[in-house]
Each structure stands twice: as C-alpha cells, then as structure tokens.
C-alpha cells in the first residue's frame, strides 16, 4: 500500500510527525510511504521449517561423520595388510 504524505523532521533527522496535507504542515517535504504488513504467523512458521531442515543437517553431517571414520579405519586396515605383503 502505498500513500502520500507530507513529513516533518526534528533536528537530529528522526520523523517528528506526518500530515496528510501540504496545508496543515508548511515547510514540510512531500513522501511517498509504502505499508507492508507483517505475518508474524508465516514468519514463525518459515523459522520453524527452517529450523527442521538444520537439524536434519546436523543428523547428516553426523552419520556422515561416523561414516567417515569407519571408512578411514577400514582404510588403516588395508595399508596395514599391504605392509605385511611386502
């Protein structure tokens, strides 16, 4: 949504007020303001997804992991069993 308004400012820079009108504020600089609104439902529910999808990670990088130091044991094993060939 979209809407005019003419603002004044106060000395440090910050919104001191808004007027619909050029009339009932002189020396006051026309804007164009635009309203979004919040859902702060969808918001909620946008940080619980994304919340899961980190846990999930977390469980993969875990396994993986696990994984990785069984293969790397295994991998001992192996060079440990060439050794002895020679």
């Known amino acids: 949504m979209?809407?005019?308004y003419f603002v004044e400012f106060d000395e440090e820079g910050e919104i001191k007020n808004f007027y619909k009108s050029k009339n009932e504020c002189k020396g006051c600089k026309e804007y164009?303001?635009?309203l979004i609104p919040i859902d702060r439902k969808q918001t909620n529910e946008?940080?619980?997804e994304l919340?899961?999808?980190l846990t999930k990670m977390d469980n993969i990088a875990v396994e993986l992991l696990k994984k990785?130091?069984?293969l790397n044991t295994e991998f001992d094993k192996v060079v440990k069993d060439l050794r002895?060939?020679?």
């Open 51 to 53: 919340e899961q999808q």
């Open 2 to 4: 979209l809407f005019k």
């Open 68 to 70: 990785g130091k069984k």
């Open 84 to 86: 002895r060939i020679r």
């Open 32 to 34: 164009l303001v635009k």
């Open 46 to 48: 946008a940080t619980k």
